[in-house]
């Protein structure tokens, strides 16, 4: 019987104002072949016109359901499987994996967080960052460097609180950091190759 791989499937959310064809989404999917993924949409994006997101309990209890699909589908567990996701569905990601909203904390694999949202442009008071402590799997966040929703500095200051692995990639370019989906698509691929254990000699 093959060894089971550490990581056995991706599930990719997407931001705010997007949807799961956001070419970032797409080219990470392509560059994790053969490594199953899913690119979900949220509830709202699904309503005809256009929606504001649900509230964050309606956005976690979707994604709960749909990383269970997509595990039961692909035959493997929420342990073997990468969430992450751009701006918005990235830190609902955070949040799942934390147990925020009264959630149960979900066992995964890794978190995966393109263009974290710390804080709303213009008001670094306003941090969105209560559940980071509770995260307990390892982090890749990649970001601009010049994202007005979190500075470098911000983001590593903040994320300091992760009581887990933490690694940053920085773009040049603001929160829709452009032309990097193809480098993005590398880094996430070469993070998750990280996480496997190391062979045994």
């Not at 070419?23 to 994790?32: D, F, S, T």
């Not at 692909?74 to 925020?100: F, Y």
């Not at 590593?156 to 193809?182: L, M, N, Q, Y």
Request: hydrophobic share 40%; glycine share 10%.
């Amino acid at each position: 019987m093959a060894r089971r791989k550490p990581v056995e499937g991706m599930l990719l959310t997407h931001g705010a104002g997007s949807d799961k064809d956001h070419p970032m989404l797409v080219a990470i999917e392509e560059r994790l072949a053969p490594i199953p993924v899913r690119r979900i949409n949220f509830p709202y994006r699904q309503r005809e016109g256009k929606r504001p997101p649900d509230r964050a309990p309606v956005l976690l209890a979707s994604l709960r359901s749909q990383l269970d699909e997509f595990c039961a589908e692909i035959g493997t567990t929420t342990g073997r499987v990468v969430l992450g996701g751009r701006s918005m569905g990235g830190r609902v990601c955070t949040m799942l994996a934390a147990g925020a909203e009264g959630f149960e904390p979900v066992p995964i694999a890794g978190l995966v967080s393109i263009s974290y949202p710390l804080h709303p442009p213009g008001k670094p008071e306003k941090l969105r960052t209560e559940h980071l402590p509770a995260i307990e799997v390892p982090c890749l966040f990649l970001s601009g460097d010049r994202d007005p929703f979190g500075s470098p500095v911000e983001l590593e200051a903040a994320t300091a609180s992760i009581p887990a692995s933490v690694e940053h990639r920085w773009f040049p370019g603001g929160h829709d950091f452009k032309k990097c989906d193809d480098a993005v698509a590398e880094a996430v691929a070469e993070w998750i190759a990280g996480l496997a254990p190391p062979r045994r000699r």
